[in-house]
């Protein structure tokens, strides 16, 4: 044997260690992401049935309720979970055809409620067209339900794989796979299609989703170039050891591309991000990470929300109220002009409360309705406007806002905060230009944060 043979040996020996260790790190860190992260849409998921269940519970009762007061009870509940219900649903890997259908029906069911509530302020009962809307939603609450079981019982049983899942979302199921080789989820559009559209005054009638998009300003720009802005817009988290593939086509009322951000040399994905193929505008994007327990207070996570806008271009963004859920706080924030509050050019960003970082960003509202503004002088002084304002309530604030309206226009008018004498809050709009009152909003503050409706 010669003199290099031994020396040479041990080498190999060491090297074929060291590449089965290394091999197995990779292995083991990517496994353990891929539980973290189907954790996470396991969570979002039961959440999500949780939801839907209330949902058509409380749009049962509303149906046979005796009373304005216990309608708007029920009718509440109905809203509240629709919000969550669409909180939940975002955070699950499904194909943009179902997110975009699912999400409809619960924004739209939200929505509807929300003005039937409002009319029951007014004094306003409910009509035959409003019973029969009520129970349209519920019926399809109860099918949308019953899918949902279907996929849960699937889940029990072990069947359910949530990378599978995404890989099917983004087109991406390697050949020869037999095991679901469809999503589960494919089947809750049937039952949403089956059900006459609902048109209503509200500002997410299907009527008024037929409006054009104000924000897309630019050129058109291809993949390269959409990769190039996806990859600038990431917080620095995600741009560490991550690269940015395309994952589909975005079609409709603003085309453009998802991207994933996965981990150098894995297969799985960290996080998603659409963006506009006219101009390149971020739409929407979601950090799939999971998120320890809270550290921040919701006054830190406004500050971490509002230097992540503020890197991105957007300035004088002013944060309005938020929610908490799973530790992550939901941000909606409104640019300032000239100490006027723009409140229909809204962007939401989430932000984890154990470390700060953004894991969350939305801008459809933004997309949809930004556009250059002329702001106009009063004609009605505040004193005169305060004059509207019940005198039941003692004002803490006042300043001036631009605000959406149910038929797809904006008012510019007074914001009154006050208070009652049960220290009960609300937000009371009086339109700057004719003096008329234009809305109400009671502030309700809970443990998840606080809201408006």
């Not at 003005?115 to 004094?123: A, K, V």
């Not at 702001?375 to 300043?399: F, G, H, M, Q």
Request: aromatic share 8%.
């Amino acid at each position: 044997m010669g003199r290099w043979t031994v020396p040479v040996i041990v080498l190999l020996v060491v090297a074929a260690v060291g590449t089965a260790y290394w091999a197995s790190t990779q292995y083991n860190a990517r496994r353990n992401l891929e539980i973290t992260v189907a954790n996470r849409y396991q969570s979002s998921f039961y959440s999500l049935v949780d939801n839907v269940e209330k949902m058509e519970v409380s749009l049962a009762k509303a149906l046979v309720a005796n009373g304005m007061a216990e309608n708007v009870r029920h009718l509440s509940t109905v809203w509240q979970e629709a919000m969550t219900a669409q909180a939940n649903l975002s955070q699950l890997p499904l194909g943009q055809e179902t997110l975009t259908r699912t999400a409809r029906f619960l924004t739209q069911s939200g929505d509807y409620v929300y003005m039937l509530m409002r009319n029951h302020t007014l004094g306003k009962t409910l009509t035959a067209k409003d019973r029969e809307q009520l129970q349209n939603l519920k019926q399809q609450a109860t099918l949308l339900g019953q899918n949902l079981h279907e996929v849960q019982a699937t889940a029990s049983r072990g069947q359910l794989r949530w990378a599978e899942i995404e890989r099917i979302a983004q087109n991406k199921l390697p050949r020869g796979t037999k095991s679901i080789g469809k999503d589960p989820f494919t089947k809750i559009n049937d039952g949403i299609e089956k059900f006459p559209t609902l048109i209503y005054d509200g500002p997410f009638s299907d009527h008024v989703e037929q409006r054009q998009p104000k924000g897309l300003t630019g050129s058109n720009i291809d993949e390269d170039e959409a990769r190039d802005k996806v990859f600038a817009f990431l917080p620095d988290a995600l741009k560490e050891g991550t690269v940015v593939r395309k994952t589909s086509n975005i079609e409709g009322k603003i085309p453009g591309y998802t991207f994933g951000i996965h981990p150098q040399g894995e297969k799985g994905v960290v996080a998603a991000i659409d963006i506009s193929r006219k101009g390149g505008h971020i739409l929407n994007m979601i950090n799939f990470r999971d998120v320890k327990e809270a550290r921040l207070d919701l006054e830190e996570a406004g500050r971490k929300a509002t230097q992540f806008l503020a890197s991105k271009g957007f300035k004088n963004m002013v944060p309005t109220y938020a929610t908490r859920s799973d530790n992550i706080v939901v941000i909606p924030f409104t640019p300032e002009i000239d100490d006027v509050l723009i409140y229909p050019d809204l962007i939401k960003v989430n932000v984890a409360l154990d470390n700060g970082e953004v894991v969350g960003y939305e801008a459809l509202g933004y997309i949809m309705s930004h556009h250059k503004r002329t702001i106009p002088k009063p004609k009605v002084s505040e004193k005169e406007a305060r004059a509207a304002v019940s005198s039941e309530l003692k004002i803490t604030s006042t300043r001036l806002a631009i605000i959406p309206t149910e038929d797809l226009k904006e008012a510019f008018c007074y914001e009154f905060k006050g208070v009652t004498a049960n220290d009960e809050p609300y937000i009371v709009y009086v339109d700057a230009m004719s003096g008329e009152e234009v809305n109400i909003l009671k502030v309700i503050t809970n443990q998840e944060g606080t809201t408006t409706m």
